[in-house]
């Protein structure tokens, strides 16, 4: 530590706001990363959880809207009617073929994507009974569309479309949840990290203020002091400079001229002798 008492005064200073800045960036830096991490993870929440409930909710409407059309088609009795449920349900079966990929995009874990699977799985298995049902009703056999339609395995496989729907939408919830969670702990952990640096960071800046104003005071009240005794004459004052830096040089100059003042004196008082 040598060093640092002999450096000016100045280069002290310097230094010493030099450090506390280099303290208080610390504290940005991390104060920052903390943040971008939680914004980070809230990005991955929506993008991965929030958003794909929107494409899964459209695609779960568009079957519901399927089975109600497909009802319809058949207990319509006109061809106008059959014709026009027809397209409806195409039209549907359509945004459901546009909304998968969608949610597909979305997935990441094992479990979500075993449950997208399931219903591309039961979906595939639906289809061609759907189709039946349409073509039996656009021939006019209505009876018997109706019949095909409320068959158990008919009813069966639209509620496992059903079922598999409702799992990835729950799984999603499930996952947004222990996301929100995590962030939730993330954001605690981040300010209660972010207060014990800043409780450090103060505290260093406070002691090294302390530590300044005291190896720049000392000197300067020692040669206080010394003036004062030199101004009530009294030379047997001891001076001793413990730095290089302007206030040991001062206290070095105050010896040099405390040495000469009692060179003076002893010559004088060696004259006055000489003359008594």
């Known amino acids: 530590m040598t060093w640092f008492y002999n450096l000016k005064i100045a280069s002290k200073l310097i230094l010493g706001f030099s450090l506390v800045t280099l303290i208080a960036c610390i ?34 409407v568009a079957f519901q809207r399927i089975r109600v059309n497909y009802r319809e088609i058949a207990l319509e009795q006109t061809h106008e009617g059959k014709v026009k449920f027809s397209n409806r349900i195409e039209e549907l079966h359509k945004i459901i073929d546009d909304n998968l990929p969608e949610i597909e995009k979305s997935l990441k874990s094992d479990e979500t994507k075993k449950a997208y699977a399931d219903i591309k799985t039961e979906l595939a298995k639906f289809v061609p009974h759907l189709d039946k049902i349409v073509a ?3 021939d006019g056999k209505n009876d018997q569309a109706i019949a095909y339609m409320r068959s158990d395995a008919v009813a069966g496989l639209a509620r496992s479309v059903d079922d598999s729907i409702q799992k990835l939408a729950d799984l999603k919830i499930d996952l947004a949840k222990k996301k929100s969670e995590s962030n939730t702990a993330a954001a605690k952990a981040a300010v209660a990290m972010t207060g014990i640096i800043l409780v450090i ?17 000392r000197p300067l009240r020692s040669a206080v002091d010394v003036s004062n005794r030199l101004s ?45």
């Not at 940005?28 to 943040?35: D, F, Q, R």
């Not at 991955?44 to 459209?58: H, R």
């Not at 960071?201 to 005071?217: C, D, E, P, T």
């Open 232 to 276: 009530e004459g009294d030379l047997t004052v001891t001076i001793e400079a413990t730095s290089k830096d302007e206030t040991g040089q001062l206290l070095a100059a105050m010896h040099n001229m405390v040495e000469k003042l009692k060179g003076v004196v002893a010559d004088v008082k060696s004259a006055a002798d000489n003359v008594a």
């Open 201 to 217: 960071g103060v505290a260093l800046a406070v002691g090294l203020g302390i530590f300044l104003s005291r190896i720049i005071s």
């Open 136 to 138: 039996l009703a656009m």
């Open 27 to 60: 504290i940005g830096v991390i104060g920052i990363t903390k943040i971008m991490q939680i914004e980070k993870a809230d990005t991955e929440m929506y993008e991965l959880n929030a958003k794909p409930m929107g494409p899964i909710l459209t695609t779960a």
